[in-house]
């Protein structure tokens, strides 16, 4: 997928300002207002997650893209583990709800929370906010999301903790390591390709093509201790690094 051209040509605008986004809205709105309602009800979070993936879905399709996922069974092999991939794009929370194909629950920034409907999804269908700013609250966090995973639910982490600027691999943070550490259950390396360039940080005018997620193989932490917490966020860096660069590989020979 090549990089958009700026400023975007006026097709491009026009249609996301006339067609797009006001579908997406559309389809947050509807979505979120159903996820509310069956809430009162649906404790366990299967049909409000159920309709978390049709959103997602309806996203994915409004946004004129294609979803392509790569070793798929990479995502089956444990019932529970952490899922950890590069942060590009507001448009990456809607391609791993479609793409993920169980119930997880999401650990993400607490300034989410304050969103119209997707905030009141996430505050009543149990997904986890993250509060950067204030370290006893990020670890009382991580605390919340061990007990998840102790109770059989799959977590999903973004370990650079907000969207990349330019398209490249951040610093990652100890978040996903230590919970899979703790919880002594596996890691799963994922990476996006072509989320960034649907929709860079900063523009809200999508570029559509080819999306791409690829799931690694997941990294066994049955054994480690906190202390290696370090060492396997490098090991998992390393391996969402390798991941982009076979995306990159299979977009140019398609």
Known sequence: ???PPDPLPRLYRWRSNLIQI???AI???VCGSLALLVSVFDKRGLVQHRIARAWARALVWCSGCSLVIHDKENLNKFPVAVYAANHTSYMD???IFAALPFQFRILAKKNLWRMAFIGWYLARSGQIPI???NPRATISSLGVGVK?????MP????PEGGRTPDGELQTFLAGAAYLAIRAQVPLVPIALSGVYDLLPIHTHHFYPGTLILTAGQP???TGMTARQTEELTHKLKAAVCELKKSNKNSLVTS
């Open 131 to 133: 509060d950067t700013d």
């Open 219 to 221: 990294i066994q932490t």
């Open 1 to 3: 997928m090549s990089r």
């Open 155 to 158: 977590l999903f982490v973004f």
């Open 148 to 152: 998840a995973l102790r109770a059989g």
């Open 27 to 29: 389809v947050t709105a």
């Open 93 to 95: 929370t809607p391609v």
């Open 22 to 24: 006001p579908a997406g």
